[in-house]
């Protein structure tokens, strides 16, 4: 007589013991990561496919996508300038990264509250073309070194042409994703970030990891774009919203948590109101800043 268990025969059982809770339980887990994990891999490789476009544009001295946003670049070289002029970098940045690391990316300057300091190491996530990684590595000098993480192939190979080309030699370009940095522990004085955060589907892991590869006494100096309020449903699952920086937004007190849960203390999330009058122009007729903004991002592991 073949055994039945307990779900084919009906038996009742309390639902501490019931075999059958316990396997649909555990079946509505996997397929509820699964799912998580597959709309966490579309995200990734809509941002990825999106930058490797502006990476490869910009190589071509081309235009794509909307070209005053984070994920749209010019062919007119002034108007990528004049994008970094309004994020606050000034003339002398932009002086000193060879062509082509600028190209008007990102929503503030994370460098202007770092606070820089011969010989430390500093991570940058998202390093892009290497605009925020050149502009450190001459802040800590000969003695310091900055390691840039990317994920998108494009991007990294742009950042390296660009480092051999200007010389950069305590400049190193990693393959990566920011939630899990090929980074060893302890390593990182700083880590600086211009409006990539926003773009990870896991931002309470970005901390813990950034958590991670920090020393003791290191800090956080993030320039990001945060939400003010709820957002509506159509905006969060817009993907070209999503790959501009801004349906990815995560509330600041959600922010705080993070960073918090991860082992931050000292955390300081400063939005800039100013910031509304160059995002307004990502997304034409969305009213993207009655929900969004930039906001300056700091914290330190104990």
């Avoid at 984070?70 to 060879?98: A, E, F, Q, W």
């Avoid at 929503?107 to 450190?136: K, M």
Wanted: with cysteine; hydrophobic share 35%.
């Amino acid at each position: 007589m073949t055994n039945k268990s307990c779900c084919e025969t009906g038996t009742e059982q309390s639902t501490e013991s019931s075999c059958c809770d316990e396997n649909v339980l555990r079946a509505t887990t996997e397929t509820s990561t699964a799912e998580l994990n597959k709309q966490s891999d579309d995200v990734r490789n809509n941002v990825r496919d999106s930058y490797a476009k502006v990476a490869e544009a910009n190589n071509n001295n081309e235009a794509c996508g909307i070209e005053s946003s984070c994920c749209g670049v010019s062919d007119d070289l002034d108007i990528n300038t004049l994008n970094s002029l309004r994020l606050g970098y000034s003339n002398d940045d932009l002086d000193n990264v060879p062509g082509g690391a600028d190209m008007g990316l990102g929503c503030g300057n994370p460098r202007a509250i770092a606070g820089l300091s011969e010989g430390e190491t500093v991570v940058d996530l998202g390093s892009g073309g290497g605009f925020d990684a050149f502009l450190a590595a001459r802040e800590v000098g000969e003695s310091g070194k900055v390691i840039g993480i990317d994920m998108t192939p494009t991007m990294l190979s742009k950042a390296r042409n660009n480092a051999d080309k200007a010389n950069f030699e305590n400049v190193e370009f990693r393959l990566g994703e920011i939630e899990h940095l090929p980074i060893e522990d302890n390593v990182a004085d700083v880590i600086i970030s211009n409006c990539v955060i926003n773009l990870s589907p896991n931002k309470a892991q970005v901390f813990r990891d950034a958590f991670r590869i920090l020393k003791v006494g290191g800090r956080l100096a993030i320039s990001d774009v945060v939400a003010s309020c709820e957002m509506p449903e159509e905006m969060k699952n817009d993907p070209a919203l999503y790959a501009g920086c801004m349906a990815g937004a995560s509330l600041i007190e959600d922010l705080e948590t993070y960073m918090a849960d991860a082992g931050f203390v000292q955390i300081k999330v400063s939005p800039k109101d100013d910031s509304k009058e160059f995002i307004k122009d990502w997304a034409p007729g969305k009213n993207v800043t009655d929900y969004v903004l930039s906001a300056h991002i700091e914290a330190v592991k104990p």
